[in-house]
């Protein structure tokens, strides 16, 4: 996870270069476009990623006999 926030952060340089190079017409905005694109997957990577990665400890937590609620939460709807 940690190449990929690096990877995030890179793209994220690189779309604002792009910004910055279209804002003074050295590049057309379909670069800029292609940048926000590939930074836009990248994030979204990184988050499908975190998502994984919940979703297998809640599995893990389950799978060893542990409930999703704790016994606060159960004394809270039993009342």
Known sequence: MEI???????????????RMRYDNGYT??????DAERNLF???LSVIQTKTALIKSIIALYKSMGGEWFSSYDKQRQDN
Not at 4 to 18: C, D, F, S, T
Not at 28 to 33: G, R
């Open 4 to 18: 990929q926030q690096k990877q995030v952060e890179a793209l994220r340089n690189y779309a604002h270069i792009a």
């Open 28 to 33: 057309s905005y379909i670069e800029v476009l």
């Open 41 to 43: 997957n990248a994030e």
